[in-house]
């Protein structure tokens, strides 16, 4: 198996949203003046396994439009097709994506990519509700054209700390597990490497290991109690399994999958 990190470009997120205040500040700081975040990367990931390329996420393009939150700065060079170059590979060589949720960092490069693309179940269903219908007008936020992914259903047995999870791989070792939060739909990748780790793609679950230590919910989850939870089952994961943890926006992310490095 190898797992190569693709960066399509960076994004800098208000401090509003990393370290929110608690009660109703929370989300109306996003919307005041603040201080802003370093770039922070936009990753997604390409998962080679079982002669299928899997990609975990399809990251930005320059289509991207900032919201009072999130500034994002992508090349036409940076999109997809130039990520995977990048790695020595390329969109012909895709079998698969599997889409972690809905943001357009982790959708918009939908449009270069013909292998088809599954979401899941619950991330379908929130897209299609009212209020984030409403939200995506407000921020103009549209789904990608290209955006028409097949429904994961996550109604597999329990992996490892998670209740329930969907094989991803005909030997199971690559499976997707419910991380609820930051959407209520948002899933991430585990990865069981050659060396019996595993590799955690956690998307949007937090932006940052400290995150994650932290059990701090972003400014953005729908519900901080359902997030918290989340990043409790993860750390009860990583207790029971060394786990290499990736977020999509951790700057360090990239070199933690280079020096396999776990949570401890
Ligand atoms: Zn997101
Ligand atoms: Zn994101």
């Not at 990519?113 to 929130?126: D, G, H, K, T």
Request: hydrophobic share 40%; aromatic share 6%; charged share 20%.
């Amino acid at each position: 198996m190898r797992i190569h990190a693709l960066r399509t470009g960076s994004v800098r997120l208000k401090h509003a949203f990393l370290y929110p205040h608690r009660g109703v500040r929370r989300q109306l700081d996003l919307f005041l003046p603040g201080p802003w975040s370093d770039p922070m990367p936009i990753h997604c990931w390409a998962v080679e396994h079982e002669r299928r390329l899997l990609l975990i996420d399809t990251g930005e393009s320059v289509a991207a439009r900032n919201v009072p939150f999130a500034r994002f700065e992508v090349e036409p060079e940076q999109e997809l097709p130039g990520a995977l170059a990048a790695a020595g590979l390329s969109l012909e060589d895709v079998s698969e994506v599997v889409l972690t949720h809905h943001h357009g960092d982790h959708v918009d490069g939908l449009t270069h990519v013909r292998a088809p693309a599954r979401i899941s179940e619950a991330e379908l269903r929130f897209i299609a509700m009212r209020f984030p219908r409403f939200m995506r007008r407000v921020l103009r936020q549209p789904l990608p054209a290209a955006f028409a992914p097949q429904p994961l259903s996550l109604d597999g047995p329990p992996f490892g700390a998670f209740a329930r999870s969907a094989p991803l791989s005909e030997d199971r070792r690559v499976v997707a597990v419910p991380t609820s939060g930051h959407t209520p739909g948002h899933i991430s990748v585990i990865c069981v490497d050659d060396e019996g780790r595993h590799v955690m793609l956690a998307g949007d679950a937090t932006d940052s290991l400290e995150q994650l230590h932290a059990r701090r919910a972003d400014a953005i989850a729908p519900d901080p109690g359902v997030y918290v939870q989340t990043l409790e089952t993860i750390l009860a994961h990583c207790a029971q399994h060394p786990t290499v943890y990736l977020p999509s926006h951790d700057p360090e992310s990239a070199q933690r999958l280079a020096a396999s490095v776990t949570v401890g």
